[in-house]
């Protein structure tokens, strides 16, 4: 299993960002994904959870101004981050049950 991250970055509070993550060596099409991230000096969170069916689940820090989704097509998924907050920063990371994670991407919001 592998699992690739990218589209992390510094934005100012306010900002967009949209973070995705490619994954190899599954079935992806029935496997459900999340998203952690994990700041400094802090606890690895869950921020959002897709099912394979395409159901999400959404940290209450982040309702409203996430949106996880996936293509099955090119076997990704992605998390649009919107009205980010200088409290978002962290790395994030995609994950399958906890048990295969990818690198990381670093999101950084300035405020």
């Known amino acids: 299993v592998q699992l690739v991250e990218s589209g992390g970055g510094l934005v100012q509070a306010g900002g967009s960002l949209r973070l995705s993550c490619a994954a190899s060596?599954?079935?992806?099409?029935?496997?459900?994904m999340a998203w952690y991230r994990q700041a400094p000096g802090k606890q690895r969170e869950l921020v959002a959870r897709?099912?394979?069916?395409?159901?999400?689940v959404y940290a209450d820090s982040v309702k409203g101004r996430f949106n996880n989704s996936r293509d099955n097509a090119k076997n990704t998924v992605n998390l649009q981050m919107n009205s980010l907050k200088p409290e978002d920063t962290a790395v994030y990371f995609c994950?399958?049950?906890?048990?295969?994670w990818g690198q990381g991407t670093q999101v950084t919001v300035s405020s």
């Open positions: 994950s399958i049950s906890r048990t295969d």
């Open positions: 897709i099912t394979s069916g395409g159901s999400t």
């Open positions: 060596g599954i079935m992806f099409s029935i496997t459900d």
